[in-house]
């Protein structure tokens, strides 16, 4: 399936779930972190789930903006900053993707001594990330949950002729 010539990678609620488990297993032992930064709004999710797993407590958010729905902007603007620490150090920031790495590139420099993860990663922004789940193909799109909804769909007999 595809749009715009694109492929589509649509992701439920539980398969998000578990692959950010895993990715937080991986963040062990929680003592190292003193806190968590989401990267708003589609790091909040992700970063809920790993405070979760993590038991941490100290969740700041910094707000970002790169995109319009599928057309890519040509650079990242932080909307809203951090309070909760200085350079990142000790600090976790959490986004549910990396894509061409823009987004995380101008957050490196905010913040450089944090741990940057993502759940998903494609090809050009993985050089941005130090943790991520899952490996996509550059030219496919993710869907996310939060952006979908569960519809009827036609028995494949049905659709025919
Ligand atoms: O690596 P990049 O090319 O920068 O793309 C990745 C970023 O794009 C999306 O956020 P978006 O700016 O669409 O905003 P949202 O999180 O508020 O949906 C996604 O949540 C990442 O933050
Ligand atoms: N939902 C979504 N947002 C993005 N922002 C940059 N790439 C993507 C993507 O593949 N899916
Ligand atoms: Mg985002």
Not at 16 to 37: D, M, S
Not at 81 to 102: M, Q, Y
Request: proline share 4%; aromatic share 8%.
């Amino acid at each position: 399936m595809s749009v715009e010539g694109k492929k589509e990678f649509f992701v439920s609620w539980e398969e998000l779930h578990r692959a950010t488990r895993e990715l937080a297993r991986r963040q062990l032992p929680a003592e190292q972190w003193r806190g968590i930064v989401a990267v708003s709004r589609g790091g909040l999710v992700p970063a809920a789930i790993i405070a979760r797993e993590l038991n941490i407590r100290v969740v700041d958010s910094i707000c970002v903006s790169s995109y319009d729905h599928q057309s890519q902007r040509d650079s990242a603007i932080i909307l809203k900053d951090v309070s909760a620490c200085e350079d990142g150090e000790g600090f976790l920031v959490i986004d549910d993707l990396v894509d061409t790495g823009n987004t995380l590139r101008l957050l490196r420099q905010r913040l450089p001594k944090a741990k940057f993860i993502t759940v998903y990663g494609k090809p050009a922004g993985l050089e941005l990330v130090d943790d991520y789940e899952a490996k996509l193909e550059q030219t496919t799109w993710i869907h996310f949950p939060w952006d979908m909804h569960l519809h009827y769909v036609d028995p494949l007999a049905g659709q025919q002729g």
